[in-house]
Every structure is written in structure tokens, then in C-alpha cells.
């Protein structure tokens, strides 16, 4: 059985740096083909996605957002960390983990429930 | 980057009724794209990938259909349980992207 959770602080504030750890269970990042990415939903707004990281390490961002974001993990914990830099209000969201296979399309086919980050002034 | 523009960006439907949304991609995607349902409060559940290929689960009045750069997600005999919104995802290259979004309410 596969789930994902996150876990972070609810209120950031103004500037800081925001920390979010998925914890996963149920698959392996060190398999082949398994990847675990971060998207968000402002609130009122639609999905974003933000970044992946793969079994391999390799690592992709939004291009709006690349110079703000790091992604990594520890495989032995079975966490995949984001870290965002210099907050502002439009980072208010609910921020998702989900994973991807490889298989076909590579859909995101697991998704945590979301941790909701408001950024304070 | 690839952009992802659905349409429309809200409908309201009967239930019973048959809904279509559309997602084009800016460039060819081949089949690289995934459709998802999110209601307020729940985590965001895979319906189609690979443009037409029903996850496991997933009701068959859900379906999808095309390639390249225009796809459909068709409800038919739409249901109470699917007034939710609905996105379509491109997984052809990163940055993977979604599009902005379909609402469905209720007539």
C-alpha cells in the first residue's frame, strides 16, 4: 500500500525559508522509475507543479520558481525533502507530494492529503 | 515550457448530463497526458493517463481520448459525487505542467 504524507510548518513568515518533508511508504526511491514530486494550490487557484526528484538523483523544477527551490532525499528514511527561500504572500498554499512510476504516461498515481502554508507578513 | 490550456475553465451540468473538457498542449505532447479529479479538502485523484487509459478503479463513465496537442476527458451520465475540478497534466517534459483547470458545479 502506497501513501505519502507532508509535514511542514503552517505559517511561514515573510522572507523565511519554508521546509517540507513527504514521508512515503509502500515503494522504494532507490527503485528504478520511481520518482516524487511537489505540487501546489494556491488557495482559490489551480494546480502548480513545482519539482521532481528521481531514483537516480536527477532533479527538475518549475521555471518560475528553479533559483527559489532544492529538492532531495534520503532514501533511507524514505523522504523526499522541498526547501523554498525568500517567502512572499503568493507562496500561501497547499503544498502536495506525489509520486510517479515509470510506467506509460508516468502519471502522478499517489498523492499525499497536503499541508496548508500560510505566509504571514 | 509546454503550456496546458483547458477549456472551459468552469461549466454547470445536470446530473446525468454528458460533460467534455479540452486540453491542448502548446507543442506536440504524444500521449504523455493525465487527467485529474480534486475536490476542496482531498488530495488530487489520477482518473486517465496516457491520455485514454482509465486508472484502476476509476468509473467507466470517465474517459479520454487523443494525442499530439488536443485531448478530451469526457463524464458521461454525469454523477453527484463528480462535481469536483478537473485538470489535465503533461508529462511529455519538464517542467511538467497543468493545465489551469476545469470546474463542474451543479445546475
Aim: with cysteine.
Amino acid at each position: 500500500q502506497v501513501t505519502l504524507k507532508e509535514s511542514g510548518p503552517a505559517v511561514v513568515k515573510r522572507t523565511q525559508t519554508l521546509t517540507l518533508t513527504c514521508t512515503f511508504s509502500g515503494f522504494s526511491l532507490s527503485n528504478s522509475g520511481m520518482r516524487v514530486s511537489w505540487i501546489r494550490q494556491p488557495p482559490g487557484k489551480g494546480l502548480e507543479w513545482l519539482a521532481r526528484i528521481d531514483w537516480n538523483d536527477d532533479k527538475f523544477y518549475t521555471t518560475s520558481l528553479k533559483t527559489r527551490l532544492t529538492i532531495s532525499k534520503d532514501t533511507s528514511k524514505n523522504q523526499v525533502v522541498l526547501t523554498m527561500t525568500t517567502l512572499g504572500p503568493e507562496d500561501t498554499a497547499t503544498y502536495y507530494c506525489a509520486r510517479s512510476a515509470r510506467y506509460s504516461s508516468m502519471p502522478l498515481d499517489y498523492w499525499g492529503q497536503g499541508t496548508l502554508v500560510t505566509v504571514s507578513s | 515550457d509546454i503550456q496546458m490550456t483547458q477549456s472551459p475553465s468552469s461549466l454547470s451540468a445536470s446530473v446525468g448530463d454528458r460533460v467534455n473538457i479540452t486540453c491542448r498542449a502548446s507543442q506536440k505532447i504524444d500521449f504523455y497526458l493525465n487527467w485529474y479529479q480534486h475536490k476542496p479538502g482531498t488530495a488530487p485523484r489520477l482518473l486517465i493517463y496516457a491520455a485514454s487509459i482509465s486508472q484502476s478503479g476509476v468509473p467507466s463513465r470517465f474517459s479520454g481520448r487523443g494525442s499530439g496537442t488536443d485531448f478530451t476527458l469526457t463524464i458521461n451520465s454525469l454523477q453527484p459525487e463528480d462535481f469536483a475540478s478537473y485538470y489535465c497534466q503533461q508529462t511529455y517534459s519538464s517542467p511538467l505542467t497543468f493545465g489551469g483547470g476545469t470546474k463542474v458545479d451543479i445546475k
